[in-house]
T-cell receptor, first 114, second 110 residues
Framework: EAGVAQSPRYKIIEKRQSVAFWCNPI?????LYWYQQILGQGPKLLIQ????????DSQLPKDRFSAERLKGVDSTLKIQPAKLEDSAVYLC????????????FGPGTRLTVT | GQQLNQSPQSMFIQEGEDVSMNCTSS?????WLWYKQEPGEGPVLLIA?????ELTSNGRLTAQFGITRKDSFLNISASIPSDVGIYFC??????????FGSGTQLTVLP
């Protein structure tokens, strides 16, 4: 069974530029999550989707971050404009609807903002 | 707000030794999970605990969900080099969302 796919793996941008990350969850997983992991910390939830609807985006900085999950499968997370403090690893995870605690993570995208 | 404390922050042990790490919280949780993250990868689920007082094993790993529902520990027996990584506790409450601890960095010396 294929795992959660993410791209790109690495991205370097200058502050005020925009960037987008892509995630393809495990087939059949209705729930999709985006996390931000700053160096030395645990992952922090940004947004949770169930199918193509948003369940929780209370931790998403909506003035610069946006996310969508079209057709309830792939998802993209965008940052516009980026700030230095956005430098982090962005992790995508997915889970079955009935086993939402057991989340499967992708390898992440390491973003460096200079 | 809730506080989640994971300790120790890092550990250096000899191969073959046992390891113990724990998480404590100021809030009650319904579920405790433990994940492991290796460099360049996302976290991988090791053990899930769904009932207070539950003790669960997965190979050389043993974890317990504290009876007060505010803490959990993870033990690794007879450590081997591939145990190296960062271990995170990740409890979940009524919102069914995970809150990750700050992690325990484990180094196994040959």
């Amino acid at each position: 069974e294929a795992g959660v796919a993410q791209s790109p793996r690495y991205k370097i941008i200058e502050k005020r530029q925009s960037v987008a990350f892509w995630c393809n969850p495990i087939s059949g997983h209705a729930t999709l999550y985006w996390y931000q992991q700053i160096l030395g910390q645990g992952p922090k939830l940004l947004i949770q989707f169930q199918n193509n609807g948003v369940v929780d985006d209370s931790q998403l900085p909506k003035d610069r971050f946006s996310a969508e999950r079209l057709k309830g499968v792939d998802s993209t997370l965008k940052i516009q404009p980026a700030k230095l403090e956005d430098s982090a690893v962005y992790l995508c995870a997915s889970s079955l609807l009935e086993r939402s605690y057991e989340q499967y993570f992708g390898p992440g995208t390491r973003l460096t903002v200079t | 707000g809730q506080q989640l404390n994971q300790s120790p922050q890092s550990m250096f042990i000899q191969e073959g030794e046992d390891v113990s790490m724990n998480c404590t919280s100021s809030s009650i949780f319904n579920t405790w999970l433990w994940y492991k993250q290796e460099p360049g990868e996302g976290p991988v689920l090791l053990i899930a605990l769904y009932k207070a007082g539950e003790l669960t094993s997965n190979g050389r790993l043993t974890a317990q969900f504290g009876i007060t529902r505010k803490d959990s520990f993870l033990n690794i027996s007879a450590s081997i080099p591939s145990d190296v990584g960062i271990y995170f506790c990740a409890p979940a409450g009524s919102a069914r969302q995970l809150t990750f601890g700050s992690g325990t960095q484990l180094t196994v010396l040959p």
